[in-house]
Structures are given as C-alpha cells and as structure tokens.
Antibody, heavy 112, light 108 residues
Framework: EGQLVESGGGLVQPGGSLRLSCAASGFTVSSNYMIWVRQAPGKGLEWVSV???????YYADSVKGRFTISRDSSKNTLYLQMNSLRAEDTAMYYC??????WGQGTLVTVSS | EIVLTQSPDFQSVTPKEKVTITCRASQSIGSSLHWYQQKPDQSPKLLIKYASQSISGVPSRFSGSGSGTDFTLTINSLEAEDAATYYC??????????FGQGTKLEIK
C-alpha cells in the first residue's frame, strides 16, 4: 500500500520559489504515475501536475512554465519546484500515487 | 481541457435517505472517472475508481455507475458520518486531469 509524506511548504513572498517534497515508502515512485493536487483555502481540488513512469510530465495551464515536477529514484521521492509564486498559488498541496493513495498535504502561503 | 460539472453543489439530507450525485464530463472519458470523499482538514479518500469499481474498506452503501460523459455516485441509506464534500476526478486525458467543483453533503 505505501505511505506518502509531503514537506517543504511554508510562507514565501510573491515572486519567490519553493520546492515541495513527497517521500514515499512501501512502493517505488518511478514505477507509478504520481500527481500533485492543490486546494486553496475553502475551495475545491485542483489538479496541478503528473509524472508518468516513463518520465513524461504534464501541467495545469495555471502553473505551466512556473512549476516543475520531478522525482529522485535513489531517494524514492517526488518533487514540485515552484517558481514565480503568486498569491493565488496559496493552497494545501497534496501528492498522490495514481488515484488511490494520498499524502496529508503541505501548506504553501504566498504573501508579503 | 476536460471540464467536470457536478450537481448539485449542495444537498441537505436526512439519515437513511438515498443520495445521488452526478458528474458530467465536457467530452467522453470512457470509464476514467473516480469519486472521492473529503472531510474538513483531511485528505481526499477514494470511494470508487473507474466509474464503478469498489474500493476495499469503503462501505458497500457507496456505489458508482456511468460511462462516456455521465456518471453517478449513489449513497444508499445515508449515515451521519457521510457528511462531507464529494468530488469526481477524471484521468482520461494524459494531457490534463481535472476535478469536479465538489458537492457538499449536509446531514440534517
């Protein structure tokens, strides 16, 4: 079944950068498709990005060109590099393995 | 981009009632539609995958149906613990996944 633990969230100024991590245990990140999903305070779920086992990556239009999804097989960890952050990026960020297994999330706040 | 539209946005129901939530896709997505339950301050929990496949550990009162563009989540004999927000999620298009806007279920 496995476990996912996100980290790296925090308070950042507009225009700043942050890298989120999603440490996996019990399964191999690189053998699965992994996604990032975010949820702004009081709002619904928004798909952010996906990385497939073959390495292909795709992004929501709202983050394309600013966010980069990647993985490190040696650390069995998924990442989300977030640059040029905006106030509207403020959200809880979740990583998930396919559709079934989700982490508890890490909160990103973009504010001056 | 595939847009998912759920209805209703909000529903207030009594225990033991039967609840139906629908999710309509802007284009055909086959059976690549999944349903989640989310309670406050918790991660989403998968209830149904690929339109109608049940998930181990999820009560049998939850069921799903549909294909193409129209999907339904049914909760039979609602219980107080089912108060939550429910989301549909499509994984048909590798170019971009999406979620419905959510349906908030209140128990009277």
């Amino acid at each position: 079944e496995g476990q996912l633990v996100e980290s790296g969230g925090g308070l950042v100024q507009p225009g700043g950068s942050l890298r989120l991590s999603c440490a996996a245990s019990g399964f191999t990140v690189s053998s699965n498709y992994m996604i990032w999903v975010r949820q702004a305070p009081g709002k619904g779920l928004e798909w952010v990005s996906v990385i497939y086992s073959g390495g292909s990556t795709y992004y929501a239009d709202s983050v394309k060109g600013r966010f980069t999804i990647s993985r490190d097989s040696s650390k069995n960890t998924l990442y989300l590099q977030m640059n040029s952050l905006r106030a509207e990026d403020t959200a809880m960020y979740y990583c998930a393995r396919g559709v079934e297994y989700w982490g508890q999330g890490t909160l990103v706040t973009v504010s001056s | 981009e595939i847009v998912l539209t759920q209805s209703p946005d909000f529903q207030s129901v009594t225990p033991k009632e039967k609840v139906t939530i629908t999710c309509r896709a802007s284009q055909s997505i086959g059976s690549s539609l999944h349903w989640y339950q989310q309670k406050p301050d918790q991660s989403p929990k998968l209830l149904i995958k690929y339109a109608s496949q049940s998930i181990s550990g999820v009560p049998s009162r939850f069921s799903g149906s549909g294909s193409g563009t129209d999907f339904t989540l049914t909760i039979n004999s609602l219980e107080a613990e089912d108060a939550a927000t429910y989301y549909c999620h499509q994984t048909s298009s590798s170019l971009g996944y999406s979620f419905g806007q959510g349906t908030k279920l209140e128990i009277k």
